[in-house]
C-alpha cells in the first residue's frame, strides 16, 4: 500500500539500466492508474450533472424573457427552476469536477497511488444521494429560501458526510506522502478540504437546524456563500493552474516568494469579504466596512498571483494552439484575474449603490463560477482522462466545438449582461424612469443570454460526447495495429474484427 | 514551506478569525435584539405576522419570490429606494427579528416588497396580478401562477363571491371561474402584512409621517 513498498518492487521488476526518467514515469503512470475508478466516478457523475444544470439554466433563462413559457408547471416556476440550476451546476458539478481534480492531483504530488479507495467511492456515493435528494426537495417547493443553501435539511448531512470524507482522506494522503517537499498546489488543496466542512457544518447549524435571529442569518448567510467561491473553489482552481501551467509548458512556476505571498494573502482576506453582498443593507456600517476594506486588499493576492502566472507562461503562449488543457487552463486563469478586479469593484459603496440588485451581479457570478472556475475544471480533465484510462481523446473536432463554444458563450453572457445591469442600475436609481421601463430595458439583452446558454450548451454536449466515446475505447479491447512483416500493410490484432 | 504544522494552523486559524469577526460579532451585537416599545404611545414593534401570513411566508419562501424580489430598503440618498415609495424610511436590522429564513434578496428583477401591505392592499389587485401579471402589470417578465388558482365550472348557485373579475383574453372559459386556492389567499395575506414603517429610535419617520 504505501509507496516505497511500491517503488521497490517496481525496481525489482524492472532491474538494471533504468534510468531515473523512466522510474519516475513508470511511478506516474501507476499512480495515475490507482486514481482511475475513484476520479472517474466524479467525474462521470459531475458532468451528467451539467447536462442537467445546462437544461434548467436554458429554462430559467428563457422564461426570465418569456415569462408564459411553460407557466403551468409549479416546479418549473422562474424561482425553482433558478435555484435548481445553481444547485445542479455549484454542487452536483463544480464540487464533484473539483474533488475529482483535487483528488488526483494530491496523489500526484504526495508521490503515492490512491490509499483507501473505499473511503473515495463511499464520499462519491452519499455526495451524488445527497444532492439527488436536494435538487428532488427543491423542485417539491422544501428549498430553505437561502441563497447558494437552498437544499433541504434531509439531504445536507449526507454532503456534510462526504465533504468530511474527503478532507479525512486528504489528510491520510498527505501523512503517507513520499514527496516531503509541499508545492504551492498542495497547500491550496489542502486549505480547500479543510475549510469547506467547517464552513458548511456551521452554516447548517446556524441557519437551519438552529437559526440565528434576524439579520444575524443574513450575514452568516454571505460569509458562508462568498466562502463557497472563495475558500472552496477558487483554491482548488488555482491549484489546479498552479500544477497545469507548469506541467504543460515544461517550466517550472516563475516566483515562489510569489506563490508564498498569494497563498497567505488569499487566507487571510477572502473570507472576510462577505458582508460586501449587503452594502446599503439592514446591517450596522461596520460589518459592511470591514468586508469592503477586506475585498479591496483582495488585490494582494489577485495580482500576486496573475503576475506570477503570467511571468510563468510568458514566451509559452504559442503553445495554446496545441494544448487544450493549457486553453482552457489560461482562459480561466485570465478569468480569475477579471473576475477578482470586477469584484473588487462592485464592493465599492458608489459602484454598488448602480450595479448591486442588477444583472451586473449575475454576469459578474458566472465570470467567476464558469470563465474562471468551470474552465480550469474542464482544462484538468483534458489533462488528467487520457493519463487515468491510458486512452487519448477521440475527437479533436469535438475539443474546438467544446472550447469554442463555452469560450464565446460566457465572453457573450459577460460582457452583454455586465452592460446592460450597469444600465438597469442606472435606471432604477433615476426615479423618474417607471420600474416596467427598466425591465422592458433589460429584455433584449437576456434573449442575447438565452443566446450565450445555448452556445456553452453545444460545447457541453461535444465534451459529453468526446467524453463518452473515450470511455467506450476504454473498455472496448484496445486493438494496437499490427505491422505484416510479409505484405508490409496493416491489419488488424485478433481481438478485433 | 513545506512543513505541515505550520500550515494546518495557518488554515485554522485564519478561517477561525473571520467566523469570530463575521458570525460570532454580529450574533453578539444583533442576536437577542427585541422588539421596540413606544414610550410615549406604548406602540410595540415590530409584530410578529399572523397565522395566515406566517404560512404565506412559507409559500414565498418555496416558490422562490426572493429571486427576483428585495425586502430592504437603502437609505435616502443612497439608490432611489425611498424616492420610488419602496419605503418611508430605511430598514434596520430589527425589522426582521421574525423573519425565519430573513429574505433580504439580491435581485431586484421586480420591485422591493418590503412595504408591499401599504402599498398595495387591495386583494383583487394581488390575485390578478398573482393569476396573470399581465392583467395589472403589461410587460412585466414576472411569471404567471395559474397553480395558485383553480378554474372550475360556475355553480347552480352562481358565480362564487371569490371569483376573479376577468375579463377580455384573460376570461375563463365560458360558464367558468377562477377563484384563488388556500395557498393563494395565504400568499395575499403575507404581501399585505410587509410593512416595515415602525417609528424606531434608529430609524425615525419624518416628523410629518409620524404623527
Known amino acids: 500500500m504505501s509507496s516505497t513498498t511500491a517503488s521497490k518492487t517496481l525496481q525489482a521488476i524492472l532491474p538494471g539500466d533504468f534510468s531515473n526518467e523512466d522510474f519516475r514515469r513508470a511511478k506516474l503512470a501507476e499512480i495515475d492508474a490507482s486514481c482511475r475508478t475513484p476520479v472517474l466516478f466524479f467525474f462521470v457523475s459531475g458532468l451528467l450533472w451539467l447536462l442537467a444544470g445546462t437544461l434548467f439554466a436554458l429554462v430559467a433563462s428563457i422564461k426570465l424573457h418569456t415569462p408564459g413559457f411553460l407557466a403551468g408547471w409549479e416546479s418549473l416556476t422562474f424561482g ?160 489546479a493552474i498552479y500544477y497545469f501551467i507548469p506541467k504543460v509548458i515544461g ?23 462577505g458582508m460586501h453582498h449587503l452594502v446599503g443593507g439592514p446591517m450596522p456600517a461596520w460589518m459592511i466596512t470591514i468586508s469592503i476594506v477586506a475585498s479591496v486588499m483582495m488585490l494582494i493576492p489577485v495580482l500576486t498571483v496573475a503576475i506570477n502566472h503570467h511571468s510563468t507562461m510568458i514566451g509559452h503562449f ?43 451581479t449575475v454576469a459578474h457570478a458566472h465570470l467567476g463560477m464558469y470563465a474562471f472556475f468551470a474552465m480550469v475544471m474542464f482544462g484538468s480533465m483534458y489533462y488528467i482522462l487520457p493519463r487515468i484510462t491510458g486512452r487519448e481523446w477521440p475527437s479533436n473536432a469535438l475539443i474546438s466545438i467544446h472550447f469554442w463554444g463555452v469560450a464565446i458563450g460566457i465572453v457573450l453572457y459577460v460582457v452583454v449582461l455586465s452592460g446592460a445591469g450597469f444600465q438597469q442600475g442606472r435606471m432604477m436609481n433615476d ?11 433589460t429584455i433584449p439583452y437576456l434573449q442575447i443570454r438565452t443566446a450565450s446558454g445555448l452556445l456553452m450548451a453545444v460545447g457541453h454536449v461535444a465534451f459529453f460526447v468526446n467524453f463518452g466515446w473515450l470511455l467506450v475505447r476504454m473498455f472496448a479491447p484496445y486493438r494496437k495495429p499490427v505491422v505484416s512483416i510479409l505484405a508490409g500493410a496493416e491489419i488488424a490484432s485478433p481481438s478485433g474484427k | 514551506m513545506s512543513y505541515g504544522p505550520l500550515l494546518f494552523l495557518g488554515i485554522l486559524f485564519t478561517l477561525a478569525s473571520s467566523w469570530v469577526g463575521l458570525v460570532l460579532m454580529p450574533q453578539r451585537q444583533l442576536g437577542a435584539l427585541g422588539q421596540h416599545t413606544d414610550t410615549n404611545t406604548a406602540a410595540i414593534y415590530p409584530q410578529a405576522r399572523g397565522g395566515e401570513a406566517q404560512q404565506g411566508a412559507e409559500h414565498y419562501r418555496a416558490l422562490g419570490c426572493v429571486y427576483c424580489h428585495t425586502q ?40 422591493d416588497l418590503t412595504n408591499i401591505g401599504e402599498r398595495q392592499s387591495d386583494y383583487s389587485w394581488h390575485y390578478k396580478h398573482l393569476y396573470n401579471p399581465q392583467i395589472t402589470s403589461a410587460g412585466s417578465v414576472m411569471p404567471p401562477y395559474p397553480f395558485l388558482f383553480e378554474t372550475r365550472p360556475i355553480g347552480p348557485t352562481g358565480p362564487s363571491t371569490n371569483a376573479l373579475a376577468l375579463e377580455g383574453a384573460f376570461a375563463p372559459a365560458a360558464g367558468h371561474e377562477v377563484v384563488p386556492t388556500l395557498r393563494a389567499r395565504q400568499l395575499v395575506e403575507y404581501l399585505r402584512s410587509l410593512k416595515s414603517s415602525g417609528d424606531l429610535p434608529e430609524a425615525p419617520l419624518k416628523k410629518e409621517e409620524a404623527q
Open chain 1, 431 to 441: 426615479p423618474t424612469v417607471k420600474f416596467l421601463d427598466v425591465v422592458k430595458f
Open chain 2, 72 to 111: 430592504q430598503v437603502r437609505p435616502e440618498g443612497y439608490g432611489a429606494d425611498i424616492a420610488r415609495g419602496w419605503g418611508r424610511r430605511r430598514t434596520v436590522s430589527r425589522d426582521y427579528i421574525h423573519d425565519k429564513p430573513v429574505m433580504l434578496g439580491t435581485m431586484r428583477t421586480g420591485p
Open chain 1, 318 to 360: 504559442g503553445k495554446l494552439r496545441h494544448s487544450p488543457t493549457l486553453r482552457f487552463i489560461v482562459f480561466g486563469a485570465v478569468s480569475y484575474t477579471l473576475a477578482s478586479l470586477q469584484g473588487v469593484l462592485s464592493a465599492l459603496r458608489s459602484f454598488s449603490e448602480v450595479a448591486h440588485f442588477t444583472h451586473h
Open chain 1, 251 to 273: 517550466r517550472p512556476i516563475h516566483s515562489y516568494y510569489l506563490s508564498v505571498l498569494g497563498f497567505w494573502s488569499l487566507a487571510l482576506f477572502y473570507n472576510w469579504n
Open chain 1, 80 to 239: 425553482i427552476v433558478r435555484t435548481v440550476h445553481l444547485n445542479t451546476v455549484v454542487y452536483g458539478f463544480c464540487s464533484q469536477a473539483a474533488v475529482g481534480v483535487a483528488i488526483w492531483l494530491m496523489c500526484r504530488l504526495c508521490r503515492v497511488p490512491l490509499v483507501a479507495p473505499g473511503i473515495v467511492t463511499v464520499a462519491n456515493l452519499f455526495y451524488n444521494v445527497g444532492v439527488t435528494i436536494g435538487i428532488g426537495g427543491i423542485l417539491a417547493g422544501d428549498s430553505t429560501g437561502i441563497e447558494w443553501l437552498e437544499m433541504p435539511r434531509y439531504a445536507t448531512p449526507i454532503l456534510f458526510v462526504s465533504y468530511a470524507l474527503i478532507a479525512v482522506w486528504t489528510i491520510i494522503t498527505f501523512r503517507l506522502r513520499a514527496e516531503r517537499h509541499l508545492y504551492v498546489s498542495q497547500w491550496y488543496l489542502l486549505a480547500a478540504v479543510l475549510w469547506f466542512p467547517w464552513l458548511y457544518g456551521t452554516a447548517q447549524v446556524m441557519l437551519i437546524i438552529e437559526p440565528v435571529r434576524g439579520v444575524v442569518q443574513a450575514a452568516v448567510n454571505w460569509w458562508f456563500a462568498h466562502n463557497v467561491l472563495g475558500l472552496w473553489f477558487t483554491p482548488i482552481g488555482l491549484a
